[in-house]
């Protein structure tokens, strides 16, 4: 099992941009696929954003393509994600996800963090 510790959340402005971080315990850290995924109190928790442990390869959820950006530094054991232009729907917890040599297409995750909350003010 691999503990997951998120990093970064914090009250901002629409417009704002504001960078999580996700650190794991683990030595084999770049043979995870890394996720994150967000949840407002009483709806679903939904897909954000993935990077996969093979190639690098990034995906993102529609609704914050070419706004949001996420990386790894495996050196470092961490992912970010970078947000900018947030908008008040954006407000969740943001959660940190990993899978051991996952793949992004099957979007299954067994290892979660606490998750960090973001809140965008208008």
């Known amino acids: 099992q691999v503990q997951l510790v998120e990093s970064g959340g914090g009250s901002v402005h629409a417009g704002d941009s504001l960078t999580l971080s996700c650190t794991a315990s683990?030595?084999?850290?770049?043979?995870?696929?890394m996720a994150w995924f967000r949840q407002v109190p009483g709806k679903v928790r939904e897909f954000v954003a993935g990077?996969?442990?093979?190639?690098?390869?990034?995906k993102y959820a529609d609704s914050v393509n070419g706004r949001f950006a996420m990386s790894r530094d495996n050196g470092k054991k961490t992912v970010y994600l970078q947000m900018n232009s947030l908008r008040p729907k954006q407000t969740a917890g943001y959660y940190c996800?990993?899978?051991?040599?996952?793949?992004?297409?099957?979007?299954?995750?067994?290892?979660w963090g606490l998750g960090t909350q973001v809140t965008v003010s208008s």
């Open positions: 683990t030595v084999t850290f770049e043979s995870y696929t």
């Open positions: 996800a990993a899978a051991y040599w996952g793949r992004l297409s099957s979007q299954k995750y067994n290892n």
């Open positions: 990077i996969e442990w093979r190639d690098g390869d990034t």
